[in-house]
């Protein structure tokens, strides 16, 4: 899993349906409706806090990594 930025997170899950709601210090919250995400705003973002925003989207590492334009 290569690591990535908050922005190129963001962009991807945006590419999956989910819409910023809110924005408090350096944290984003994100919603598709079904799913509640937060994502930091760190370069890079860990690799454990990467994969765990992925679960909680209900994305695969494959699908997410299609998002960000990275295999």
Known sequence: MPSASWQKVIKALTKAGFKVVRQKGSHIFLTD???????????????????????QAGLTR????ELIGTQ
């Not at 930091?40 to 679960?55: A, D, F, Y």
């Not at 494959?62 to 990594?65: A, G, Y």
């Open 33 to 55: 409706g079904k799913h509640k995400l937060t994502v930091p705003r760190h370069n890079p973002i860990k690799k454990g806090t990467l994969l765990s925003i992925i679960q």
């Open 62 to 65: 494959e699908e997410f990594l």
